[in-house]
């Protein structure tokens, strides 16, 4: 017996999807895999490839579950529009966790009265300084459990 809303889905309109597709992190992997040198983000000139971003994805994923930001846990990141908000989103999702991204200009009061609403993140990621160092990101990140 079906379910009584198909009787009014319109005609063409199909019961079920194809879920057949890879998943966002997986779509990553598949274009680092074809086009390992082709740019992937450009951010205030510097360019980052593919193959470079899937490493740093990579590399990303297993710092969280060092930090215990595995499948189902909340990674929280506050960073601005800059390439380590890819990095950090696509790991979360890499390892089945859920990035929760905010609003990198909150105060410690807004962050804390924000994860207070819901079960609050395992894991924070926040940008400590806009300066790099030796080619490195310049972001820390705190727990709190």
Same mark, same amino acid.
């Given at each position: 017996?079906?379910?009584? &809303?198909?009787? =009014?889905?319109?005609?063409?309109?199909? $019961?079920?999807?194809? =879920?057949?597709?890879?998943?966002?992190?997986?779509?990553?992997?598949?274009?680092?895999?074809? %086009?390992? $040198? =082709?740019?992937?983000?450009? %951010? %205030?000139?510097?360019?980052?490839?593919?193959?470079?971003?899937?490493?740093?994805?990579?590399?990303?994923?297993?710092? %969280?579950?060092?930090?215990?930001?595995?499948?189902?846990?909340?990674?929280?990141?506050?960073?601005? =529009?800059?390439?380590?908000?890819?990095?950090?989103?696509?790991?979360?999702? &890499?390892?089945?966790?859920?990035?929760?991204?905010?609003?990198?200009?909150?105060?410690?009061?807004?962050?804390?009265?924000?994860?207070?609403?819901?079960?609050?993140?395992?894991? &924070? &990621?926040?940008?400590?300084?806009?300066?790099?160092?030796?080619?490195?990101?310049?972001?820390?990140?705190?727990? $709190? $459990?």
């Amino acid at each position: 017996m079906d379910p009584v &809303w198909y009787e =009014n889905y319109d005609a063409g309109v199909p $019961r079920s999807l194809d =879920n057949s597709d890879p998943l966002l992190p997986h779509q990553l992997e598949l274009m680092a895999g074809r %086009f390992p $040198r =082709n740019v992937a983000t450009e %951010f %205030f000139g510097a360019k980052l490839t593919y193959g470079e971003l899937w490493d740093q994805v990579l590399r990303m994923a297993g710092a %969280f579950l060092e930090m215990g930001a595995g499948r189902g846990k909340k990674v929280a990141i506050m960073l601005p =529009n800059c390439p380590q908000t890819i990095i950090a989103y696509y790991a979360a999702l &890499w390892n089945g966790a859920v990035p929760v991204l905010t609003n990198p200009l909150y105060v410690e009061r807004e962050m804390w009265c924000t994860s207070g609403r819901t079960r609050r993140p395992s894991t &924070w &990621w926040c940008w400590i300084t806009c300066t790099p160092r030796s080619g490195t990101s310049s972001a820390k990140r705190a727990s $709190r $459990r």
